[in-house]
């Protein structure tokens, strides 16, 4: 395969997805003061909360996050590069069925990090939920669907690894729904639902980005 000019800046969309969202997690997590932020114990959406107080009946935690803006712009910035990614590579990654179900579904679920970028949990907490819902639901089995891609399609040739990050996707989903944290916390387990998607596009994109352009191929080819 042959790698165009906008397969490569689906590649690098898609390599710095994750990283940004990673790097704003930490830094905006780093940030908390009484108290001090838990992977294990807060949310995700914590951090992008836009006022201090107790939240979440559920489980009622103090949330206080004073860099909220930096995560929320950080998860706007992967849902854009998530989706630049899915719709530069459309053809690329081949035709039928089951692909184009998964790339529907992974479309719908950049979906959802925008509308949890653009809504916080206490701002409006019913478009932030519908978020989170097509990021765990429509994202991860869009995921899964990519694990059954053809093997004679660019996608196909990933179907392990897809079918790897889908399966763990989905299992955390189920278990954060069930507010089970299996020794690594809610909000841990809620990262075991949420971070599969931008990871498995981060390392695709590396492995598309490391593939020829046909411009270095003609070049490299003997005269």
Do not use: K
């Amino acid at each position: 395969m042959n790698l165009t000019r906008s397969g490569r800046v689906a590649a690098l969309c898609w390599a710095a997805a994750a990283p940004i969202f990673l790097v704003a997690s930490l830094i905006t997590g780093l940030r908390w003061r009484e108290p001090t932020y838990s992977w294990a114990t807060h949310n995700i959406s914590d951090l992008g909360n836009a006022h201090c107080g107790t939240w979440d009946t559920t489980r009622p935690r103090f949330v206080c996050s004073p860099w909220h803006p930096l995560m929320n712009a950080a998860m706007l910035a992967t849902a854009v590069l998530l989706a630049a990614g899915l719709l530069l590579t459309w053809r690329l990654l081949g035709r039928g069925g089951m692909v184009r179900s998964a790339q529907i579904l992974l479309l719908l679920a950049t979906g959802g990090y925008a509308l949890v970028a653009l809504n916080p949990a206490d701002v409006d907490e019913n478009r932030h939920v519908l978020g989170a819902f097509l990021i765990m639901s429509t994202g991860n089995v869009g995921l899964l669907l990519a694990g059954f891609a053809p093997n004679s399609t660019v996608l196909g040739r990933w179907r392990r690894f897809s079918l790897a990050a889908g399966l763990t996707a989905l299992v955390g989903t189920v278990l954060f729904v069930a507010q089970q944290g299996t020794g690594i916390g809610v909000g841990g387990m809620e990262r075991v639902a949420v971070l599969p998607f931008p990871l498995w596009a981060c390392c695709l994109g590396v492995l598309l980005a490391e593939t020829p352009h046909p411009r270095d191929l003609a070049l490299s080819a003997p005269a």
